[in-house]
């Protein structure tokens, strides 16, 4: 019901505050309303059972005992046909509203003397038996066309015995009257107070927005271009503050992004450009120098390395590009981190050979992981092959993977020539390179390999981490969860264990 | 050997692409008519799997426009519609067997180790190369006598040699074959995976016949003397 209304009605903030103010001050209003019309009531009706019980006294004093006999003398004069004999039938009850109510009856309980509007009442009985016993006795009686009256019975005595009782009554219409009357002007008093309420609190609705308007506004104007200004943060450590805070915050981490998409496609721009410039000005010379086929093929072979450099820059981009939109799928497999060690070394042995580095692994126990293997691989070939091409010849470079409690290690340390302290932190981000000068052109690095590293690494739920000391050599650590004792068994029959 | 698979039943295709991927095929799915024509266009695979009724561009269209294109990958068209009608129309566009849902999964696998076949140099489920044997129907791999297991990659590797004996073969053209989209740019792993297979096939002291061509790729050749 509730979320129908929503739907119905889509309410703006506003508004819905509004509703709600008014609807509880109205329940508020109600509450109260009620409860002082009972106490008004209340003490109305105790008010004019103390006048009664001061009537029912005064007309008392004027009603004695004579040799048996009950006689009354009209003491406060405002009784009128009250000493008629009640048995005169020309006496016909007047309306109770008119006319005092007073009736006397005698100790058996038989009429002596009544008001003439006394004669239209029903009065239960216990208003006699009640009093007859000794105590007083005060009620409400309706008339038969629907009229109230308030009644109080007394006794009276002569000598402590009981001669007589007295009742005395007072239409309620007046009271009535003055409480419908005030029941209309608390209705009509409240509708003005919830209306007054409702404007107000619109009113207030709408201050309380006013800053967080002043701040959308403020968003607003700020366009994708334009991230390095901020919406201006409130003194008061309210909401708005907060909101206007959180929005900084986004904006920070947005134009951080920006600028790190910005410097990517820069350097990836530049990087792709370089490849393409090599071979452009490879052709045109060959075009106006070659002569014999050889030049010909010398040049053929230099637009070769270069197109593989390209290929494999784009491979990498493509590789990140998917990644960021997390398209990529790894798989989950049993696989042994030893043997893939041992694999790419023996891989890259040709190369650390031609560049007089001396390439080993140490010997370790079986280290079996969950991963993909194929990326895996990749992962310990960029390292590898990072270390040969910044280790001078005549250098070392050794691979270890050991488990450690429930990681698999995977290191890569190399006698190169280290990374400065400076360049530490960046090492892994995209076309981060510590010395640009020192870059060999001849081999095929994209400047996307250690990002790919960290990547993938991170993928697999571990961590990569550099040490370096300029001069000394620098050392890759990767740390991957080990698989645990189950899922090592589960390792297929055709995986790279039966070797 | 690599697949595409054009189906865009939200679980037939995924499950089409694990099961060939089981059954060690590298295997691309697309849902989309017009991205499934782009792909056909540029990537040499080794047979297409096409449904007829597909958003974007049918099925019948696809095939008829990579024909005009003179490309001569199979196709297999796998569709619910079953009329004798629909299956003539669809082989005279140039598909090469038209297999009508519902279909026994053993019956497609069967049909595409058929189609792979006529492309290949054997007509034989057994593909062989000295004493090195691997039967497509088990994927069990075998030198003389002695039984090799292999992994996934690696039996990819040596089906797509096997197929292509005495080829010169591109590291690029192995990873056109082998690796699906996902993995595309993983080339510099093959040469990882062929030490594996090296290992492998030579473990018990047979001459390595996986030749290396130096700034070429690999060659499947006898050894050398």
Known sequence: MNTLIHRMLPLGVRLQLMLWYTAIFAALLLFTGAFFYQHLEHSLEASLDTTLEVRAQQ??????LVGGMITVRDVTGDLPGFDANPSDQRLSPVDVNNGALVRLLDARGQLVHETPAFRALRVPAESVTQPRQGTAWQGTVTTSNGREVRLVSRVLTENGRLFAVLRVGESLAELHTLLHELVAELLVVGLLVLLACALGSYWLAARAFAPIQRLAATARRIKAGDLRSRVPVPPARDEVQYLALTLNEMLDSLDQAFSRQRRFVADASHELRTPVAVIRSKTDVARLWAKTPQDYLTVLEGVNAEAERLGHLISDLLALARGDEGRTHFEREPMRLDLVARAVAANTELLAAECGITLEVQESRPVTILGDEARLIQVV?????????????????SVTVEARQDQALLSVRDTGIGIAPEHLPHLFERFYRADPARRRTGGSSSGLGLAIVEWVVHAHGGTVSVESQLGQGSCFTVMLPLASLT???????????TQ | ??????EDHPELGPDLKKGLEHCHYAVDLVTDGEEALALGETIPYDLIILDILLPGLDGREICRQLREQQQEVPILFLSALAEVEDRVQGLDLGADDYLAKPFAFRELEARVRALLRREGPTRSPVLRFLDLSLDT?????SRGERVITLSS?????????????RQVLSRSMIADHVWDDDAEHLSNVIDVYIGYLRTKLCAAGEPDVIHTIRHSGYQLKEPAP
């Open chain 1, 381 to 397: 070939l960029n390292l590898v092959e990072n270390a040969v091409r910044y280790t001078n010849p005549g250098g070392r470079v």
């Open chain 1, 59 to 64: 007309i008392a004093g004027g009603i004695t």
């Open chain 1, 487 to 497: 899922e090592a068994r589960t390792l297929p029959l055709n995986s790279v264990t």
């Open chain 2, 1 to 6: 050997m690599r697949l595409l698979v054009v």
């Open chain 2, 137 to 141: 129907r088990t994927h069990e791999a």
């Open chain 2, 153 to 165: 990659k690696e039996y990819a590797l040596l089906e797509f040699l096997l197929r292509h004996p």
